[in-house]
């Protein structure tokens, strides 16, 4: 799901619209699509870690980590703000910090332009046009210093 709520489907399930409201409710759905550098990336991983992971819980706004596709990296917890975000990398390459890429987002994290789509109804169109969906493996960050974490992470 993307924000960890809505029903869960089973293998053979059909997804039903109210499937796709369920996982997506969210009173902020417009979609933005923008070109932003590798360096530009990490900055945004960079802040969302520090909004989560701060050392001083004073500073800790919550959330959590954005969910990416096709990108990887490690997030090393006994850095400071700048460092955490490691070893990116885009379609298995190391990512280019003067390169630039094309990030689609939606839920507010990147600026999204008047009349942006919905993304129930991307998603709705997108499941129109195939017969089966395939889920890949779902990408979990590289976690360092979670040992004796005091309840950063949880074991699967």
Do not use: C
């Not at 969302?48 to 959330?63: E, K, L, M």
């Not at 280019?96 to 507010?108: H, Q």
Request: net charge negative; charged share 20%; hydrophobic share 35%.
């Amino acid at each position: 799901p993307g924000f960890r709520w809505g029903q869960t489907l089973l293998p053979g399930d059909a997804i039903t619209m109210e499937n796709v409201y369920n996982h997506t409710a969210i009173t902020y759905p417009g979609v933005a699509l923008n070109s932003l550098t590798g360096a530009q990336i990490k900055d945004f991983l960079e802040d969302i870690a520090d909004n989560v992971f701060h050392p001083d819980p004073y500073y800790r706004q919550g959330g959590d980590m954005v969910r990416v596709a096709n990108l990887r990296y490690t997030l090393d917890l006994t850095q400071n703000m700048g460092q955490r975000i490691q070893d990116l990398q885009f379609d298995d390459e190391p990512l280019d910090p003067s390169k630039r890429y094309k990030v689609a987002s939606w839920g507010g994290t990147q600026p999204q332009p008047e009349n942006s789509p919905a993304i129930w109804d991307l998603v709705a169109r997108y499941l129109r046009t195939r017969k089966t969906i395939h889920v890949g493996q779902p990408f979990t960050p590289l976690i360092k210093g979670a040992e004796n974490d005091g309840g950063w992470t949880v074991p699967l």
